[in-house]
């Protein structure tokens, strides 16, 4: 019901009533149907824990200044600059908007350095109390943690998070293979990375020797790592 056209004011009040997630959302990108001011709030008073309903009232052309401006108050930042890219708003709005992003891309970096922080503890704790084995590196690997999978390297390799970025950034299975051997790892853990980490394509993985030695020699792992700052040494 919620999708049909020229849907009526009543209805969407019925429909806002029930405070059903789906139907309220399907209510929200229905350009036809028409929302009271009121029913509006209604929605917006509960949308803050309902991310479903995030995208479909920014896209509503149909808000008030005011529900515009309650919104800015929990969307997160794409949202946000999709709001402030919208024509016909005072001056006053796109102060409050062009505020209300700054603040949200602070805040998502600082939750976000948070977390690195917090998880370059957490590794460098299995370090040095002999837990970042083989095992510890696979557990994460399966789990699909890339995160944690390069903070394993980095710490295990001694080199910046920023540069085993670089290398999982570059997609090359070389590259993957050469720093697994660098931490002291397998190529089984190599092989596991390339596949269920970065999910490269059949055709552009390296696969180990005999199924378990390393496909490279040392020094041609060695010139693999070169290329990222690594010495040859």
């Given at each position: ?44 008073d509960h949308a803050e824990s309902i991310s479903q309903w995030h995208g479909p009232l920014v896209m509503r052309t149909d808000l008030s200044l005011r529900a515009l401006r309650r919104i800015t108050g929990f969307v ?86 920023s540069v085993i970025e670089k290398i999982f950034t570059s997609r090359s299975s070389k590259a993957i293979t050469a720093l697994t051997w660098k931490a002291g ?49």
């Open positions: 019901m919620a999708r049909r056209r020229g849907l009526s004011e009543i209805v969407s009040d019925a429909i806002v009533a029930s405070l059903d997630i789906p139907s309220v959302a399907a209510l929200l990108v229905n350009p036809d149907a028409r929302i009271r001011e009121g029913t509006m709030e209604k929605i917006i997160g930042a794409s949202l946000l600059e999709t709001l402030s890219e919208r024509h016909g708003l005072d001056d006053e709005t796109q102060a409050h908007l062009k505020r209300c992003m700054r603040h949200r891309l602070e805040r998502d970096e600082e939750s976000s350095q948070r977390d690195e922080d917090k998880l370059h503890a957490e590794v460098l704790n299995a370090f040095e109390t002999g837990l970042l084995d083989e095992h510890y590196v696979e557990d994460a690997i399966e789990i699909g943690d890339r995160g944690r999978v390069m903070e394993c390297l980095a710490v295990l390799v001694q080199v910046p998070r790892l397998s190529m089984r853990i190599a092989f596991k990375i390339q596949t269920l980490v970065l999910k490269l394509h059949a055709d552009e993985l390296l696969p180990g020797r005999a199924g378990v030695g390393f496909p490279l020699s040392e020094e041609e792992m060695r010139w693999h790592l070169s290329y990222f700052g690594f010495s040859e040494k």
